[in-house]
């Protein structure tokens, strides 16, 4: 029976793996997290309906070591803890050091990017370490490997997240956005790497099943991985929203204040801008977006553009960034996942992988 660690196993997205993994008899899940009240609910929420073994721990990423890890006897560490861009490679080493594998959901672009410098320790251990195992850059990269066989080259990649307003996201996930707002970054722009701004400019998408969405430019490792895994590309715009324009204008306003100077971040302002949107919950919807647009050419050098949309109904899209690390969990306790070494999350998942772990979630993907 493989002994799965989830760390923040009880927040917004590491309940949700928690949850996913729970229903295979074939693995013991630690609930994990500072708070040992906290996972012990969730254990119990979960041990309800569980057909693994379901156990809860208190243990917290700033503090944890290779000690702690052995003594839970985990073999696989799924760190579900943000953000992630203040964080260091210390829990993925004491995985190493405890020889359990490691995935995380890390959007940090530094932080995924420089996974890579544990490789030679992961591979002396025999274990897999990998990082950005989300809806970035692991769910992205399955969309567009998928696809790409239809073009020849692929010339300009646009593509986007925007949640329903239903998402309860948490004090540290909106302070991780708010913390990027206004904030320059470089991206893929006519073939050079060109400056940024976070939440700028205003991009509208119009979608049926999700009216018109307010969109702006965002950070994400991708913007490095991207242009390496995909070369021909000549153009990369990741773009994030929130449902309810009024928030997303707000968060436009505010880049604007951090670009000019006039505030260093808007991250202090989670706890307050999480407070009025928790009070406006009963505007927007419950589905959440993504799509992914590739305009290229394609086997005959013609014009060629496809859109890929997703759209998850019944605020089901808070599953979707835990999906990659379910599925990789999953194969590397069934044995079926070998590569080892650490690396960014690219080609470990694929879009079959995503679609079948997906199959009972209101989630519907259309092809354009």
């Known amino acids: 029976m493989t002994r ?10 590491g309940s949700r793996i928690a949850e996913r993994l729970a229903r295979d008899p074939a693995l013991r899940v630690i609930v994990a997290g500072r708070s040992l009240a906290s996972a012990e609910a969730k254990r119990d929420a979960l041990a309800a309906q569980a057909t693994a073994k379901i156990e809860a721990a208190a243990l917290d990423v700033m503090a944890i070591d290779a000690d702690t890890l052995r003594r839970l006897g985990g073999q696989i560490v799924i760190n579900a803890v943000g953000p992630y861009q203040a964080q260091d490679y210390r829990v993925a080493r004491a995985a190493i050091g405890a020889g359990a594998h490691y995935i995380d959901l890390a959007d940090a672009r530094a932080f995924v990017t420089g996974i890579a410098a544990l490789d030679a320790e992961a591979r002396s251990a025999g274990v897999l370490v990998t990082s950005g195992a989300s809806s970035v850059p692991a769910l992205a990269a ?17 593509y986007a997240i925007s949640p329903g307003n239903s998402f309860d996201p948490g004090e540290a996930t909106v302070a991780s956005i708010l913390g990027a707002v206004g904030k320059p ?4 722009r006519d073939g050079v790497m060109a400056t940024a701004h976070g939440w700028q400019p205003l991009v509208t998408h119009r979608g049926a099943d999700t009216g018109t969405r307010w969109l702006g430019a965002c950070d994400v490792p991708d913007l490095d991985l991207f242009p390496i895994r995909y070369p021909t590309l000549r153009t990369q715009r990741f773009l994030a929203g929130v449902e309810v ?12 204040l951090v670009r000019a100077g006039l505030a260093p971040s808007v991250a202090p302002l989670a706890r307050p801008l999480l407070a009025l949107k928790r009070r406006l919950g009963f505007l927007g919807s419950d589905r959440g977006l993504m799509f992914i647009r590739i305009d ?31 599925i990789i969990a999953r194969r590397l306790a069934a044995g079926l996942e070998t590569q080892r070494g650490a690396m960014p999350c690219l080609g470990l998942v694929t879009h079959a992988d995503f679609n079948r772990e997906v199959a009972d979630l209101d989630i519907r993907q259309n092809l354009a």
Not at 245 to 256: A, N, Y
């Open 296 to 326: 290229g050419r394609d086997r005959n050098r013609e014009p060629l553009s496809v859109t890929w949309t997703l759209v998850a109904h019944q605020g089901h899209g808070p599953y979707i960034p835990g999906i990659p690390a379910v």
């Open 142 to 158: 399955a969309v567009i490997d998928d696809l790409a066989p239809r073009f020849e080259s692929l010339g300009t990649l646009t």
């Open 4 to 13: 799965i660690v989830v760390l923040g196993g009880y927040g917004v997205f």
């Open 245 to 256: 324009r009024l928030f997303h204008g707000g968060l436009w306003l505010l880049s604007w």
């Open 185 to 188: 970054f470089t991206t893929l």
